[in-house]
């Protein structure tokens, strides 16, 4: 599904991102690599280690890309995860 979904994101997206386009593209592909790690884990160690990779990326995108309270969103996911 995540393979499936991501594609559809990245065209629906595509005129929407227009500040720093690469660093928005580059940062939901390293996300989905966070997240295809994940699903296709089979170690807990593997596990957290692409949970957390996965994070990263979510956190910047939610930081540069957000909507007019996001700060106040970047601070709560913070504490959440």
Known sequence: ??????????????NTAYRKPHNFFGLMLLAQAGLMGV??????????FFW???LIPVYFLCSGWGGE??????????IYT
């Not at 884990?41 to 957290?48: N, R, V």
């Not at 309270?69 to 913070?78: E, L």
């Open 1 to 14: 599904l995540t393979g499936i979904a991501y594609p559809v994101i990245f065209f629906s997206t595509w």
């Open 69 to 78: 309270k996001r700060i106040q969103v970047t601070f709560k996911f913070f």
């Open 39 to 48: 699903f296709t884990s089979m170690d807990a160690l593997l596990f957290y």
């Open 52 to 54: 957390e990779l996965a």
